[in-house]
């Protein structure tokens, strides 16, 4: 398990910049944002937040009925949230 822990992802032919969570929140800046997803989705969601939560140290966890999980950006009052779909796709 150590070995596969180690494995990173690293896009082929493809340089992705660094997300600045302070140009995107404020860039979002007064929106909600929803991201539908599985566990996948989760652990991206989870990183996401803790990227955003450097722009705005007074993010608070957020839960609302119906959604899985969140948070709330009060200095650009931006809230992201998460709501967990086992079956993305119809199985037949």
Request: proline letters at 4%; hydrophobic letters at 40%; one cysteine or more.
């Amino acid at each position: 398990m150590g070995l596969i822990n180690s494995w990173r992802w690293v896009p082929k032919d493809c340089e992705l910049p660094k997300i600045d969570p302070e140009r995107f929140l404020e860039l979002m800046r007064n929106r909600n944002i929803g991201l539908v997803g599985d566990s996948l989705n989760e652990n991206f969601l989870v990183s996401f937040l803790c990227i955003l939560r450097v722009a705005d140290g007074s993010a608070k966890k957020w839960k609302r009925k119906g959604a899985w999980r969140g948070a709330y950006f009060p200095k650009f009052n931006v809230t992201v949230s998460y709501h967990r779909a086992v079956l993305l796709a119809k199985y037949e």
